[in-house]
């Protein structure tokens, strides 16, 4: 929307005001936040509204929706156009700061931000999350719990010092939100978070539907969150056979559901997971020679959040199981190697199976693009 000569705003009205290009079938490419009213792109008749950063699969999809439509006819409502590409317009202007230590947790919790249309902004610790919350203000923090250099409840609790001599550091003047996110549905977690500050609880990995509940009920009012069709998702993931991995250490179809059916979205996070692993294990066998329980767990705890987003089923279950067993540093120390050998075994052969379940997707993403390019 924002170029020079002519911005984008201008354009629209030039094309719908010429007779022969009234009808065109047009799709906005626009920052996220960007000041226009859903009123303004209803009377534009887009086909489509793409939210930058845009991936290959929604843009395959907008501009296949956009060049079926007869252009003499009316080009079709926003809210028609949003539900066939798999999404609806975002909530214009509201900003999110996401603190996640795990790059992988990050990037996909990222993904579903933008895939909901809001303005995201991350940081990897509690004392960024702080500065960050310090420096700018936003509309609601996802704000994981186990961090380094400060903890999710600890950097909350900086924040509600702030505020009682400060004044709330929401846009809107008010008590700013904190939605703790963290990989232990265990008892007593919710109401240590609610007692350091936090407002609300999500259990990793985030599941779309309930991150939409919390946003709906933590975002300011005149800023409403509208979904994407979960029926869009859901039939886009399913494009395709399902491939087998050969030894089933990823659910395909569950890894596609995650990522909205955005192929190369699934590929980034299998290579993510890739180079995680090799440094995963390296960092195993350290602590495992330095009987380091400590380390050990904080690997594990790491390694559940990512196995979680990558659908990787029974390397979610080990991890849970000695991130369960031994945080509070229970039982001793043999009984943790032994789990740990099982939970490096099951982490190898995770490794091991990427290469043809990447495969598999890539190749849907190259074909995609092939005819895109027809």
């Not at 028609?80 to 975002?90: D, R």
């Not at 919790?109 to 809001?118: A, D, K, P």
């Not at 963290?182 to 990995?205: F, Q, S, V, W």
């Not at 409403?224 to 089933?248: K, L, N, R, W």
Request: hydrophobic share 40%.
């Amino acid at each position: 929307m924002q170029m020079p000569d002519m911005d984008g705003r201008e354009l629209i009205e030039q094309v719908r005001s010429t007779p022969q290009l009234a009808n065109l079938p047009l799709i906005v490419l626009t920052s996220i936040g960007a000041d226009i009213s859903r009123e303004q792109l209803e009377a534009w008749r887009l086909a489509a509204y793409l939210s930058k950063p845009i991936r290959q699969s929604r843009l395959f999809d907008a501009v296949i929706s956009a060049a079926s439509q007869d252009l003499h006819d009316s080009c079709i409502p926003l809210c028609a156009a949003s539900e066939q590409v798999g999404w609806s317009s975002p909530a214009v202007g509201c900003q999110v700061l996401v603190a996640e230590d795990t790059e992988i947790n990050r990037f996909a919790i990222h993904e579903l931000l933008i895939h909901l249309g809001l303005d995201c902004t991350l940081a990897e610790n509690g004392q960024q999350a702080v500065d960050q919350a310090a420096s700018r203000a936003f509309d609601l923090v996802l704000m994981d719990c186990q961090m380094p250099a400060l903890d999710g409840l600890a950097a909350t609790h900086a924040i509600r010092r702030r505020e009682e001599t400060e004044g709330g550091w929401a846009r809107n003047g008010g008590r700013l939100p904190v939605i703790a996110l963290t990989a232990n549905a265990i008892a007593g977690d919710r109401e240590h978070c609610i007692a350091a500050g936090m407002d609300d609880y999500l259990t990793k990995p985030i599941d779309r539907s309930a991150m939409i509940t919390v946003l709906n009920r933590w975002l300011p009012a005149d800023h409403p969150t509208a979904s994407a069709s979960p029926a869009a998702a859901a039939g886009s993931a399913a494009d395709g056979p399902s491939v087998s991995t050969g030894d089933h250490c990823f659910d395909r179809d569950d890894l596609l559901n995650r990522c909205f059916g955005d192929r190369q979205m699934a590929v980034e996070l299998l290579d993510m997971f890739t180079d995680g692993a090799t440094r995963n294990l390296e960092a195993i066998d350290q602590a495992v020679a330095q009987r380091d329980r400590a380390s050990l767990v904080s690997i594990a705890h790491s390694l559940k959040g990512v196995a979680s987003h990558l659908s990787a089923q029974e390397l979610r279950n080990l991890t849970g199981k000695i991130n369960r067993d031994y945080r509070n540093e229970d039982g001793d120390i043999d009984g943790l190697l032994n789990d740990v050998v099982t939970m490096r075994s099951e982490l190898q052969r995770c490794l091991a199976a990427v290469p043809p379940l990447r495969q598999s997707i890539a190749g849907d993403v190259a074909c995609g693009s092939a005819r895109g390019a027809i």
